[in-house]
């Protein structure tokens, strides 16, 4: 135990470390370059536990709490970025939507296959036209005698051409707005779903992100997940919690950079001594490392929040804010003190500074989470 962790978190804390310096570390870069799907790094993670930490012991999971979620991520991202959003996608997005929305018969068809890792997970809320304002849904699911059929595309699906099952918001009633759009499962394969795979992000660039376009994609009434009119609420709700998953994740970026600048700045010499004998450089150095613990300790509150049964919406608004925006200084700076070797692609820095960027931008644009903050902040005035 110490002042933050409980024993348990420190072995977790430990245990994923080990095993992200083990199999992942030596392989992000090469799958970087690849743009590869990182099965070999999904099926460690399945054989670790880790693809199902936060579904329930009875379905098969850990029963993992947030606050040891958050553990688990940051070292993840620590040490492969793209490996940790397709996990986080797969759990805190995809799986948590059947843990707190699914039916008896759904959780128990679909958990105990997610938390193995024999399936994995995607959710698919964002459109072409419509992202940060996700309440502007135009994929419709028309009501049928023995079910739904969905007309529509959904953009920069993460894990959709490999998901066995994803969530899909689309809308089943136009007249009643956000109390119209519903949510489905979809499983892999079905008639009428087709995939296209979109290659060349930034960074993540091992992570799988796709298009998908439903023409007449019909489902049974088994697929609704909830009831007709609950998809909005589903999906703020998970985005609500996933969101500070995405923090944790920024913020292990953001430590990868932070070490490899410190590493750097203790060996690389210039008019004779160390850059890091340059108060300059100690100066950046003590700013990333207090922006990252800021930003740790931020997300640790909101996840505490979570297992507490509080509300915890505005809390990780900040976290998440806060989070990205500290990676992408601390990625900055990393880059910086690596100086002309930071700028190219077989130096560490250049990738985390590319995977950190999308921080800022799914799970809730920074503005998004600025707006959140300060309606939260405005309600009670
Ligand atoms: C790699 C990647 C993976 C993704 N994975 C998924 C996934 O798995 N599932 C999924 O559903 N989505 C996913 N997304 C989509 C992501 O959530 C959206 O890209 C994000 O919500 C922003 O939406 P947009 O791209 O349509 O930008 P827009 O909403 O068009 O926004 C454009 C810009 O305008 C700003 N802006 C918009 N409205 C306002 C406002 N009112 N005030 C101030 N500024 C505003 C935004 O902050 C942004 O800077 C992913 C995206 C990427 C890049």
Redo the contacts with the bound molecule.
């Keep these: 135990m110490n002042a933050l962790f409980s024993e348990e978190e420190l072995m977790l804390k430990a245990a994923v470390r080990e095993f992200a310096e083990r199999e992942l570390i030596p392989k992000a870069s090469g799958y970087d370059k690849s743009e590869e799907f990182p099965w070999e790094n999904i099926r460690s993670l399945s054989s670790m536990g880790l693809m199902g930490l936060t579904i329930p012991e009875e379905f098969g999971g850990a029963s993992a709490t947030y606050s040891q979620l958050m553990i688990a991520e940051e070292e993840l991202a620590r040490g492969c970025a793209s490996t940790s959003v397709i996990h986080l ?1 797969h759990l805190s ?1 995809g799986s948590e939507c059947i843990v707190r929305f699914g039916s008896k018969i759904q959780q128990e068809t679909y958990l105990p296959k997610l938390a193995s890792g024999e399936y994995l997970a ?5 459109e072409p036209s419509s ?3 996700a309440a502007d849904i135009q994929t419709i699911a028309s009501r049928k005698e023995d079910g739904y059929t969905l007309n529509g595309s ?1 953009t ?3 894990n959709g051409p490999e998901a066995d099952l994803t969530v899909v918001f689309a809308t089943t009633n136009q007249d009643k707005g956000t109390h119209g759009i519903s949510a489905f499962l979809v499983p892999k394969g079905v008639t009428g779903l087709t995939i296209s795979v979109q290659k060349g ?1 930034m960074g ?1 660039r091992a992570s799988s ?1 796709a298009e998908l376009f439903f023409t007449d994609c019909h489902l049974d009434s088994k697929y609704l997940l909830g009831n007709e009119g609950d998809g909005f609420h589903i999906a703020m709700s998970i985005i609500d919690s996933s969101r500070m998953t995405v923090a944790a994740q920024a913020i292990g970026i953001g430590q990868a950079a932070l070490e490899a600048a410190l590493k750097y700045a203790n060996h690389r010499k210039t008019f004779g001594k160390k850059l890091a004998e340059n108060q300059a450089i100690q100066f950046l150095l003590a700013d990333m490392a207090t922006n990252l613990d800021a930003a740790r300790l931020l997300t640790r509150r909101a996840a505490q929040l979570k297992d507490q049964g509080e509300n915890y919406t505005k809390e990780t608004a900040m976290a998440k804010l806060a989070a990205a925006e500290a990676a992408h200084y601390v990625c900055d700076k990393a880059l910086q003190i690596h100086g002309g070797y930071g700028y190219f692609n077989d130096s560490v820095v250049e990738r985390l500074y590319r995977d950190q960027r ?1 921080t800022e ?5 920074s ?2 989470q600025r ?1 959140v903050i300060s309606r939260n902040l405005l309600k009670g005035i």
């Design positions: 996608t997005l995607a959710f698919a809320l964002t992202g940060s304002d959904k920069f699906i993460t992000k993540m992100t999308v931008i799914y799970e809730g644009t503005e998004i707006l």
